[in-house]
């Protein structure tokens, strides 16, 4: 059986905490897209961690992490992530790499840094991570794929010849930055390659005859479906899909193998980076101590440390995000945090040139769009430690219950603080 959980929002909705929480029962769990780009924070019987490549499972002794096709492998960030975890304590996660991941080089993380720089005020709010330059490789068909590690030399050499001749031109002339050096690029992959060579396998092949063992396999997502390359707010969107359609191509597994679709959905919204955001509370002062009480510890960005900026819960981006993902289950993260609030403001619609629609627009008319704001009462207490649906105050199943009938799909899960443990199950009213 294949589960997905992917973000509904923006990125940064608890997924880490979700998916850690459904690891304890899954035999495998996969990352299928992005890069170290973006991270999860999941808090557990070991500590708190933040990891940006290694699979959410990399806590339970008996699940196996994969780094599918789809990922942009960063070859050390990956090794430092493992001996981090088990320097704090963590058993040896089990870890395999898809051969045709592909890497990113540390050119990648230049050229991201450079085309920031060169963009200025313009620029795209990356994390320069080389994600972009990255994928835009890939496409072009000029990347470098875990199983070239194996070429013979000469052709190895060759491939980073061709390939450094174009970006050579772009480095000294459009960037005034030094070249990429043929062999020192070699020795890199030549280093990359004793890394990670006891975890390479055919992943595809591995998932299919685990498929067919019955095993439980969790694809984890990354961002949400609003920095979904194609369906998102683009081009502040991220340069890989983050709907579960693209978990079966990011691993290579049959689409129809995926039969559940956890879509995680925060109690209020954030998000980082330029980009629409019409929920957004412009109100700094309202913004920042929502903020601060936001997540565990704060809403500042678990790979930059960037405060994010802060919204209301959009119930028209919330429905879109659901819809592209599939989603089969809502899980509905970080209600506790809103427990201190007399009244909670909702986005239910969308004014667009004086008509209110409660479908998720394209870019340019989203830049028009002014929220539709109507207010719920707060229930004013705190509602962690709480595990049965029927103690919740009443004002907090009504904010579940006004939310789940405005998205659309049912909320079966509520989650009410970072642990893993802090989780409600819920039966829909839908
Ligand atoms: P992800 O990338 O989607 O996993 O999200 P992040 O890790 O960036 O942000 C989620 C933050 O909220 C983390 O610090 C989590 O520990 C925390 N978190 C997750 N679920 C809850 C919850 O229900 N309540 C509270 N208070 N914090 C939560």
Request: hydrophobic content about 35%; some cysteine.
């Amino acid at each position: 059986m294949v589960k997905a959980v992917v973000g509904a929002n923006w990125g940064d909705e608890g997924k880490g905490k979700i998916t850690d929480l459904l690891a304890g029962d899954a035999d495998i769990v996969v990352r299928f897209q992005g890069g170290a780009n973006a991270g999860h924070t999941i808090k557990n019987r070991y500590g708190k961690f933040a990891l940006h490549t290694l699979p959410s499972g990399a806590f339970n002794e008996n699940t196996v992490n994969i780094i599918g096709n789809g990922v942009a492998l960063n070859v050390p960030i990956l090794m430092g992530e493992i001996d981090d975890i088990v320097s704090k304590g963590v058993p040896k996660p089990k870890i395999l790499i898809s051969e045709r991941a592909q890497l990113i080089m540390p050119y990648h993380i230049k050229f991201d840094e450079y085309e920031e720089e060169r963009l200025a005020g313009k620029s795209f709010g990356s994390t320069k991570s080389g994600i972009a330059p990255f994928y835009s490789d890939k496409f072009a068909k000029i990347g470098f794929q875990v199983s070239d590690l194996w070429d013979d030399k000469e052709d190895l050499l060759d491939k980073i010849k061709g390939i450094t001749v174009q970006k050579n031109v772009l480095l000294e002339d459009l960037y005034h930055k030094p070249p990429i050096d043929v062999n020192e690029t070699y020795e890199t992959l030549m280093k990359y390659k004793e890394m990670i060579e006891p975890y390479v396998c055919d992943v595809s092949l591995y998932l299919d005859e685990a498929i067919r063992a019955g095993k439980t396999i969790l694809l984890e997502g990354q961002l949400g479906t609003l920095k979904d390359c194609d369906h998102g707010i683009y081009p502040m969107v991220t340069s890989s899909n983050t709907i579960a359609a693209y978990g079966a191509v990011g691993c290579g597994i049959p689409p129809y193998e995926i039969k559940q679709i956890i879509s995680v959905c925060k109690a209020y919204s954030s998000a980082v980076g330029a980009g629409e955001f019409v929920s957004e509370i412009l109100d700094e002062d309202v913004a920042d101590e929502l903020r601060r009480r936001g997540g565990d510890g704060g809403e500042y960005g678990a790979t930059t440390g960037r405060p994010r900026r802060m919204g209301w819960f959009d119930c028209v981006a919330s429905r879109y995000g659901c819809r592209l993902q599939g989603t089969t289950d809502v899980a509905f993260t970080v209600l506790d945090v809103l427990g201190y609030l007399d009244e909670i403001p909702v986005c239910t619609g969308y004014e667009i040139d004086g008509k209110v629609t409660t479908d998720f627009p394209v870019t340019r008319l989203l830049k028009k769009a002014k929220p539709v704001l109507e207010t719920l009462p707060g229930w004013k207490c705190d509602i962690t430690g709480i595990r049965n649906y029927e103690d919740l105050p009443e004002n907090c199943k009504n904010y579940i219950s006004f939310i789940e009938k405005k998205i659309g799909y049912p909320i079966t899960m509520v989650s009410n603080g970072p642990g893993r443990d802090d989780i409600i199950y819920r039966k829909s009213e839908l």
